[in-house]
């Protein structure tokens, strides 16, 4: 046997290896469509009545905060809501798809009764199509979605993007599921997804504003009880047109520029520095589970400036979110529990630039001098919503808990922290919010859901405020097949 009929050999017996791993328990690529598809389609019918009144200025903030915009910021407001939702329900096929059409119409006002204080309006909860081929996924429209780590239930909200805005319409195509990547055998997963958005808001002094999201994670550990984890997310608001600036750059060569973080448009600044508002965000987390329960610790930090740093090596590594956050399904009183702590008072320090050397600090999170109302969609956070762009110096202690007991399904939050402005605008102040909520299902009254929020805010910030909330809530089956 010659050396090159031997060297065919060896290449045809590790080609047949490996594709024969696949039928063994080596599965070189496990992929969730490798499991048996046991599940039928429905579309489904929703509905919602709610209504608040609280005592302060403004509703409670836990009242209010991370509910995707749903929810007024003023003390007294009524919702009700309609829509027809097609769920994802296969996720074991390779091909799945849902979408939901939910319209929202909304009375809110200052002081109960007060016609002078009373407003009307109404948008979408939600409106899009999602699809899945394989492993990639395609959205368009108006979906509400939160990229962050641990219970999103029960945190504070994520750094760049949490539920406390409206949804935001969006074109997104990617890998948004951990997915196996070929040949490892499962023990390294990736996401990754593009997005073009609209910031549909045309706040009045830069309006058609454009929003453009990337990210790309892996994970490691696959089946095994500890997984590590890490992501990077690069978001910007480019394009629109300001009273003041005019064309901001809305082509091709101006997209070109954001997605690559490079000079362009029509600003001086954009062209000294990068097109557009950039905020560079990087996650890590550590999970560990067991049979019924897992417990993840995670840290999430953001960055104004550049260059990105790995994260915990930036010269803001003080700053970010810290998280610790338990599941379990043994035992229901008790299912989940979370505790974060929040700093963003350091922000590089309290320089930019002193006596002819930049320092690189005054990092003034989610502001930006022509993106004047900053990382905000509708006048909310697009991230935590304990940070503004008025007030993003800030020391948050914040806990969460949810459990069922005898199906009284149950949210308790609670956040203490202290604020101190911006380094061009200081100021020092506290606040404690608390929030209790219970749901029940009732099958004796049509099934229909109720529930019940009590909520409140203690100290200078927004001053003594208490609200209660109730909500009544029913979806079911249209038809299922």
């Not at 760049?160 to 055998?185: C, E, K, Q, Y």
């Not at 830069?206 to 590590?228: A, D, E, F, M, S």
Request: glycine fraction near 12%.
């Amino acid at each position: 046997m010659t050396v090159c009929t031997a060297l065919k050999t060896k290449l045809l017996i590790i080609l047949f290896a490996v594709c024969t791993l696949q039928a063994t328990a080596w599965d070189w690529w496990p992929l969730p469509m490798a499991e048996p598809d046991t599940c039928h389609e429905m579309l489904l019918y929703t509905g919602e009545l709610s209504a608040l009144s609280s005592s302060g200025k403004t509703a409670p903030t836990w009242m209010q905060a991370n509910r995707n915009g749903e929810v007024s910021s003023l003390p007294h407001s009524g919702n009700l809501s309609l829509g027809i939702v097609k769920p994802a329900t296969r996720p074991n096929r390779w091909f799945d798809y849902d979408g939901a059409v939910v319209l929202s119409g909304r009375v809110s006002g200052m002081q109960s009764g007060d016609p002078r204080h009373i407003e009307g309006t109404g948008f979408f909860r939600a409106l899009y199509a999602h699809t899945r081929l394989y492993i990639i996924d395609i959205t368009v429209g108006i979906q509400p979605q939160v990229f962050g780590t641990g219970d999103p239930e029960l945190s504070s909200g994520g750094l760049l993007f949490s539920a406390n805005a409206h949804p935001i319409p969006r074109i997104s195509v990617g890998i948004d599921r951990w997915t196996a990547f070929p040949g490892l055998f499962g023990y390294l997963e990736i996401k990754c997804g593009l997005t073009h958005g609209w910031l549909a808001d045309n706040y009045p002094d830069v309006r058609r504003t454009l929003l453009h999201h990337k990210y790309i994670g892996g994970r490691v550990g696959g089946k095994l009880p500890v997984n590590i984890s890490y992501e990077f997310h690069h978001a910007a608001q480019w394009g629109g047109y300001s009273d003041l600036y005019g064309d901001l750059g809305n082509d091709w060569t101006a997209f070109r520029s954001t997605l690559l973080v490079k000079s362009g448009g029509t600003m001086r600044n954009d062209q000294i520095n990068a097109q557009g508002n950039h905020i560079g965000y990087q996650q890590m987390a550590i999970d560990v589970k067991g049979k019924g329960w897992k417990v993840s610790a995670y840290w999430q930090i953001i960055q104004e400036d550049g260059p990105i740093r790995f994260i915990g090596f930036g010269m803001n590594n003080k700053d970010g979110l810290w998280g610790v956050s338990a599941s379990q399904s043994i035992w229901p009183f008790v299912q989940g529990v979370t505790y974060e702590f929040l700093n963003t008072t350091d922000q590089s320090g309290p320089f930019h630039d002193r006596d002819g050397c930049v320092y690189g600090g005054r990092d003034s999170y989610y502001q930006n001098s022509i993106y004047r109302q900053g990382w905000t969609y509708f006048g909310r956070v697009i991230g935590s919503p304990l940070l503004s762009p008025d007030d993003s110096r800030i020391m948050a202690h914040h806990i969460g808990l949810k459990g069922d007991i005898y199906g009284f399904r149950y949210k308790a939050l609670c956040t203490y922290s202290d604020h101190y402005g911006t380094y061009s605008a200081p100021l020092k102040s506290h606040n404690t919010s608390w929030l209790v909520e219970v749901k029940k299902t009732v099958p004796q009254a049509w099934g229909l859901e109720f529930g019940i929020a009590l909520a409140g805010d203690h100290g200078n910030l927004y001053g003594n405020q208490f609200g209660g909330m109730v909500t009544v809530r029913k979806q079911g089956i249209i038809k299922s097949w």
